[in-house]
């Protein structure tokens, strides 16, 4: 008997999530570290701050950070912190840095690809080999490290930790990150069909992958609640 199109639907949502679970169990070790993002055809491996080449001047990156160590400080000590602490600080901010958001934990990088704007495209999760670690005792200064590295950050907010977040810092903010040769990390991906995202987002929800945990504040509370009510996904009698 032929499938109704609702169910083809289904059954092409329920073998993409399986090929992604597969796609997480290839990149199982744990120098693989991923990144999810909402439009697979534009949104390329570029730190904010380089993402309009012709906008960018390595002058006027200095003077925004400068800027916003100093102006922190109201809010922050930040004149205990190195000034990697300050970049990964700028960054969970908004502030546009030469550093790209990442998590060891794919399920999270699955999470920003789906709920991530815009909704109507496919969406990608990548998976890299990480870089080597940047030594900040021999490298003190972000602005002077030569070759892409991998900066593991103190628990300066709780949304870095709860998300298992790192970055990678490119020292040609404007340049994408993509494997040039052998000696370059791997970079792999797995695309999410838009019709497939709002399945992705229910399946992550089951296994605790949702805002309030990601986000880990009263925002991410929230933001969770408002998905329930409007998906209606456990605000009934049994509600959580």
Known sequence: MALTQSA?????RREAWTAFLAFVDMHRQDHWIFRGVADAATHRLVPKVGREPVAYAEEKELAIFRNFKRRAHQFVGVSVLTDWDVLALGQHHGLPTRLLDWTTNPLVGAYFAVTSHPKSTTARVYAAQAPRLVDIATEPDPF????V?????????????????LFTIHP??????????????RIDHFDIDAAFRQYFERKLFQLAIESSAVEADLDGIGGTLAWQFTNGVAVGAFNY
Request: proline share 12%; aromatic share 4%.
């Open 172 to 185: 040609d903010p404007t340049r994408p990150w993509v494997r040039r040769s052998s000696s370059i990390a």
């Open 8 to 12: 083809l639907l289904l059954r092409e």
């Open 144 to 147: 002077l490290v030569q070759r």
């Open 149 to 165: 590295r991998t900066f593991v950050p103190p628990a300066v907010t709780p949304r870095i930790v709860a998300q298992r977040g």
